[in-house]
């Protein structure tokens, strides 16, 4: 499990746009947030600079007391293994099956193949994918490739889950779908941030909600109150 922080967090772009101002927030350990805000309201930013894509202009982000704009390109690597990230469009591999699809991040980490096997199984069986893993991506449903990169997210067992509009691209009932396996991974300790524009959705959750508007932000509470 982890905690964040965001202390006075601003993001200037080379151009001059001002994606973030003086942003500050704290997501406890363990703790289910979502984000939401306009289209451009800054969601996207917020994450990539989390997962270390971006550096802050100004401020700083902590991951359990540890500033994360300090830690360089040889330790930024190792941080990124504590983070999984789910993306609207999947970012799914078209020429590899599903199994291999998940399996990427452990073998990029160089795990033995007995061991990738476990875990991509594991992680198709939280998604209930199991059966269908020598399938290619494009074989499946817009549901279960979103499935899939669940699964690819989870598989490295991170202490964060980050998801950027996961449920953009889905009818209503695979939304809910979706944001129930959120749970359950949450669950299980992941400290899981959704960035998402769904109100309905949102409060349909009953979850503390980070809200932004044009690059600050305005309110944290239940998202029945924003």
């Not at 190792?78 to 469009?89: A, C, K, L, M, S």
């Not at 809910?176 to 998402?196: D, P």
């Not at 959750?205 to 944290?220: D, H, K, N, S």
């Amino acid at each position: 499990m982890s905690a964040i922080t965001f202390d006075r967090v601003t993001k200037r772009f080379d151009n001059g746009q001002e994606a973030l101002s003086e942003v500050s927030a704290e997501f406890d350990s363990g703790s289910m947030t979502f984000l939401t805000g306009h289209s451009g309201a800054g969601k996207s930013t917020f994450l990539r600079l989390l997962i270390g894509v971006d550096v802050a202009t100004r401020g700083r982000i902590y991951v359990d007391g540890v500033d994360i704009g300090k830690l360089g390109t040889r330790r930024m690597p190792w941080y990124r293994r504590e983070v999984g990230v789910v993306f609207q469009d999947h970012h799914l591999l078209p020429e590899h099956t599903v199994f291999d699809n998940v399996a990427l991040p452990l073998r990029i980490n160089h795990l033995s193949e007995r061991e990738v096997t476990s875990r991509v199984r594991g992680a198709l069986g939280r998604v209930e994918l199991l059966g269908k893993e020598h399938l290619m991506p494009t074989q499946l449903s817009t549901g279960e490739q979103q499935r899939v990169g669940i699964a690819r997210a989870v598989v490295g067992k991170p202490k964060i889950l980050l998801a950027d509009e996961p449920t953009g691209n889905l009818d209503p009932q695979l939304a809910r779908s979706i944001m129930k396996l959120f749970s359950q991974f949450n669950e299980l300790g992941t400290t899981v941030i959704i960035a998402s524009h769904d109100i309905g959705l949102i409060e349909s959750m009953q979850m503390p909600t980070v809200y932004l508007l044009e690059g600050r932000m305005t309110q944290v509470g239940e998202t029945s109150d924003v």
